[in-house]
């Protein structure tokens, strides 16, 4: 789309921009964290994960009519 804007308008929108560069495996943004800026990939990639929150229960047998229940929490990162 912007390659039919006037050099004028081009030139007044790159001024508005900085360069950033990030390591391999940096996480740039978090899950829930409200935008603040627009992000232009120049050159190499982007992973997007989602952070989900899983819970798992196991039960153990105590006596002929009790059981004890466990329960563990964890956050899985899956990428979209």
């Known amino acids: 789309h912007c390659a039919k804007w006037p ?6 929108l790159a001024s508005c921009l900085s360069l950033r ?8 943004r ?8 627009v992000y232009i990939i ?3 990639s982007v992973t997007c994960f989602r952070e ?9 047998p105590m006596s002929s ?3 004890e229940v466990q329960l563990t929490s964890s956050v899985l990162s899956v990428p979209l």
């Open 21 to 28: 560069v990030y390591q391999n495996g940096a996480v740039i």
């Open 52 to 60: 989900v929150g899983v819970t798992r229960s196991r039960k153990f």
């Open 7 to 12: 050099y004028p308008k081009l030139r007044r």
């Open 65 to 67: 009519d009790q059981w």
């Open 30 to 37: 978090r899950q829930g964290q409200l935008p603040d800026v």
């Open 42 to 44: 120049y050159k190499g």
